[in-house]
C-alpha cells in the first residue's frame, strides 16, 4: 500500500512544479524554515507511530477501574498515578491543589403524592457481567451539583426541554409554572439553564428526566444488549450557572487555602430551586399521571404514553439537601522545558475526574494525552528537544464545573497572559469524523495538522473523510457549494463545554478543542455504565480512534512547540467575525419581519378566529417592533481586520517561499512575542456587560446556552432579551476591540514586511 499512496501525490507535484518538487509546500511547514520542516516531519511521524492502542487501553482500564468524582479516594489514586507516570517520563511534575465548594447529596426524594402514591427509585442497578457496575459504595447517586437545598410539594407541569421559546408556548397555552415544580426532558440546552429559566418563571421545583428518544431506546438497544441508556440511567451532571465556572466561592481568584471565600448563601451560581435528574422509569408515573392539554407534536418523546403538560393532577414531593463541604481538586502539572523559548508555553490538558468510572467521559481522552506524554518523553531521551515550553495539565473536577483548570488558570493569570502560546483541550473520544472547535487563529494550523493524519477505518486523511462528511451531511446546496469551495475546513466556536473555557474566554489564549466521533452506537453518558466494560463493547473497542487523537493532539502540541513562527492565521479568522456581524444583521432583521408580521395578524383576528373554543389559547402578546441598529461601526472594524489579515497573510506567504530572506532571530523573536498577544487584545477589563468574568468579546457561552457558544456576545444576548438599546450601545465597543486587534495584526504584518518587502 505505502510505496502507491506515495507515488502519486509526488507525480502531481512534479507535473505542476517541476523546479521546486524537493521543497514542495505540501512538505514544507507553515511557520518552519527549509532547515527546520523536514527534521519536524520526520520527529512527527517517529511520534506517531510510536503511538500504541495497548497502551490506551491499559490506561483506560486503571484510571476507570473505580468511581473517581472530586473528593474520592480514587480520584486523588489517580492524580498520584498520573504525577508518577509523568515523572517515569522525564517531565517535571508537580500537584496542584485547591479547595473548592463540592456539594455531594444527602438526602433526595421524589415522590407522586397524587392522584396516588409512589416513590421514585433514583437508583440505577448493577448489570451483571459489567463488574464495575456494582461497585456501589462508591459511586455517587444520582444527583445534580450544586442545586439548592429544598422540599417542595407542588403540582406537576411538563415543560418539553425547558428552554426560554417553551416557556412562550406554555403561554400560548394559558399555563403557568408559577409555585408548581416542572419536570424538563435533557437534551437542547445546558442542563443548567433548565432550573434557572424555571425559576424566573416562578416554578419551585425542577425534575430533569432521559428521555428514550434523546439517548435511550429510540435509538439502538439499551444496554448491555446494546449500547444506549437503560430505563433506570440517570444523567447526573452540574447545574451550576453560567455567570462564571470554576470554585462558587471565588470568582475570578485562585480557590487556594487562604483565599477570600463568598458566604455560600450569596454564590451566584448555585440553583435558585432544588433539582435532580431521574431515569426514564422514574419519569413514566409522573409523566403518565399529568393532564390538561396533550403537548405539542415536537414536545413528545419516545414512551408510550400521551403526553400531558398539566399542570397535575399530578402532585410531586421533591426534597434535596447536600453535604456542603470544601473538596480539594488536584490538578497534575507536567513540564517539558524548551530549548530555545522556555519562557513560551503551550498547554495541552484533558480531565481526569468522572461522576463515577467515566471509561468514556473522561478517561478516552486522558488516556490518549497520557500516550502523547508518554511517547513525548521517549522522543525527548531520543534527542528530540522542543524550541517552547511544553505543559501537559491533566485537570481535576471539571466535571462540577470546570473546578481544577478554572482555579488554575486563575491563580497563574499573569504568568499566562505572559507566556502562553496556545491551549489545546480535549474530553471524551470515540469513534468516527475530526471535530474541532476554537479560535480561528488556530483554523488552517489545525486543517494542516490532520490532512498528515490517517483515518484507522478508512484509510484515508483525517482530513478528507471530516471535509466529505460535512458535504454529505451539509442542509442545503449553498452550504454544500461552500466546503467545496473553502480551502480549509471551519472550526466552530467555542462556549463553556469543557476546560478551554477559561483559557480562552477569560485569558485570552488561543485554544482548541478536539476529538473525534460520530459513529458512536452508544450513550450512557454520566452513568454508571460509562465504564470499561460498555466502552471496550460499544464505542472506540480497539482504541483506534483513541491512538488517533493521541496522534492529533501530540502532532500539534510538537508543531506549535517547534514552528520558528508561530503559525497563527488571520484570513480566516476575519471572515469567520465577519460572519458573526452579518449574522447580527440578520437577526435583527428576522426579528423585525417576525414581530412586524405578528402585530399585523394580532390586529387582523387572526388567533381569535382560527383558535379552537374547546381549547384555552391565549393570543400571543403585542410587542414593540425592534429599531434598526447602527452596526457600521462594526462592519468597520472588520474591515481594518480583514486588510490587515491579508497583509499579514501575503507576508507570511512571501516567508514560505524558498527565495524568502531569513528572519533575523531578535525580529523573530519579537514577532513572537507580538503574535502570542494577538488573543489578548480580544479582551476587555470589564469584561462582558451582565458576566464581567467572561473578558473575551468575540467568544463566549451563551448565558442561556451554556455549553453552546454565542459569539459577539456583549451584543447578541441582549438582542436575544431584546433589550435593542442596550445592544446597540454595545457595538462600538466590540467594534474598538476589532480595531485594536486589526491594529495588532498590522503591527506584526509591519514587522514581516521590513523583512520579505513589500
Ligand atoms: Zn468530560
Redesign the pocket.
Known sequence: MKPIRSLIPCCIVFLLAPLTWSQTAKERLPGFTSQSSTPEHEWEKKFQDAILPDNLRENNRRMSARPHHVGSPFDKDNADWILSKFKAWGFDAHIETFQVLFPTPKERVVELVEPTKLRAKLQEPPVPGDTTSSQTSEQLPTYNAYSIDGDVTAPLVYVNYGLREDYEQLDRLGISVKGAIVIARYGESWRGIKPKVAAEHGAIGCIIYSDPKDDGYFNGDEYPKGGWRPKDGVQRGSVMDTDYPGDPLTPGVGATADAKRLPISEAPTITKVPVLPISYADALPLLSALAGPVAPEKWRGALAITYHIGPGPAKVHLKVASNWDLKPVNDVIATMRGTEAPDRWVIRGN?FDAWVNGAD??ISGMSAVLEEARTLGELHKQGWNPKRTIIYCAWDG??PGLLGSTEWVETHGDDLQKHAVAYINS??NGRGFFRAAGSHDLEKFINDVIRDLKDPEKDIPVWQRARLARIANAKNQEDRAEIRKRAELTIGALGDG?DYASFLDHAGISSLNIGYGGENDADAYHSIYDDFSWYTKFVDTDFSYGRLLAQTGGTTVMRLADADLIPFEYSGMAETISKYVTELEKILKDKQDEIKERNLELKEGVFNAISDPRKTSVPPPHETDPPYMNFAPLKNAVESFKHSADRYQAAFAKLQSDSAPALPPQVLDSLNTDLLKIQRTFLTERGLPERPWFKHQVYAPGAYTGYGAKPIAAVREYMDAKKWAEAEAQVPVVAKVLEDVAAAIGKAAGELEAVTGH
Open positions: 480531565h467521559d473522561p471539571e466535571e474530553d471524551s469543557s
